[in-house]
C-alpha cells in the first residue's frame, strides 16, 4: 500500500501546482514536455499515463533535463533516483509543499548525490503500463553534468 501511495504522490505531481520558492524551480521547454503527460485512473489500483504527440516523437530518442536528484534509495551513490523540477526540501511527502513534476533516471554509472541541479542526458523511455506500478517516464542515461 506505500508503494501504492508514494507512486500516486509522485505522479500527481503532473497536475498538481505547488507553493514554493520560484528561485529553485527548474523550468525548461523538455520539463514542459515531460509535464504535459495526463493520467486516467482505471479503479483504485490502476492508473494509465496519456501520451500526447509532443511527448511521443521524444520517445525512445536522446533527452535532456535539469533537476534536482529525489533519492528512492538510502546512499550517497545513486544509480536509480526520481529528478523533479523542485528540491527535495520542498516536496509534498517531505512536508512543504506540493508534489513537482518528476522522471526515473536510470544511470549506467552511480553519481554522488547533491543537493545541487544537475543534468542528466540519456534515451527518454514511456511506459505504457500501470503508472502504479511503474514510472510512466524514466530516462535511461549514461551523462550526467
Do not use: R
Request: aromatic residues 12%; hydrophobic residues 45%; positive net charge.
Amino acid at each position: 500500500m506505500k508503494k501504492i501511495f508514494f507512486i500516486l504522490l509522485i505522479f500527481s505531481g503532473f497536475a498538481v501546482k505547488a507553493q514554493h520558492n520560484p528561485d529553485d524551480q527548474i523550468i525548461s521547454d523538455n520539463w514542459d514536455v515531460v509535464g504535459s503527460v495526463d493520467f486516467k485512473i482505471v479503479k483504485d489500483t490502476e492508473m494509465y499515463a496519456v501520451y500526447n504527440n509532443n511527448i511521443k516523437k521524444f520517445a525512445n530518442k536522446s533527452f535532456e533535463l535539469e533537476g534536482y536528484i529525489v533519492p528512492i534509495k538510502d546512499g550517497m551513490k545513486q544509480t536509480k533516483f526520481m529528478l523533479s523540477t523542485l528540491p527535495i526540501n520542498q516536496c509534498f511527502y517531505c512536508g512543504k509543499n506540493g508534489v513537482p513534476v518528476m522522471v526515473m533516471v536510470e544511470m549506467t554509472e552511480p553519481i554522488k548525490f547533491t543537493y545541487q541541479t544537475v543534468k542528466v542526458k540519456g534515451t527518454l523511455k514511456l511506459n505504457a503500463g500501470n503508472a502504479m506500478d511503474n514510472p510512466p517516464i524514466a530516462l535511461v542515461a549514461s551523462i550526467i553534468n
